[in-house]
């Protein structure tokens, strides 16, 4: 049975430009877990979001740099 998750808001598209093999690793991950792409982007674009609110953007930056 097919179901259908309606959110009051629409949800917005964005391009985003990846690497060659980042695409690859991307597409493969979605393939062999069945997680729709659009899922595995949100999940840790949320949570980078949510790191920057709790921390700051500096010392969310300086993390990614070590």
């Known amino acids: 049975m097919t179901t259908f998750n309606i959110v009051s808001t629409p949800q917005i598209q964005f391009p985003l430009r990846l690497s060659h093999d980042l695409t690859n690793?991307?597409?493969?991950?979605?393939?062999?877990?069945?997680?729709?792409?659009?899922?595995?982007?949100?999940i840790p674009i949320k949570s980078l979001l949510d790191e920057i609110d709790a921390k700051g953007i500096t010392s969310v930056l300086e993390g990614a740099n070590k």
């Open 25 to 42: 690793r991307f597409n493969q991950a979605s393939s062999s877990t069945k997680i729709p792409k659009s899922t595995l982007g949100r």
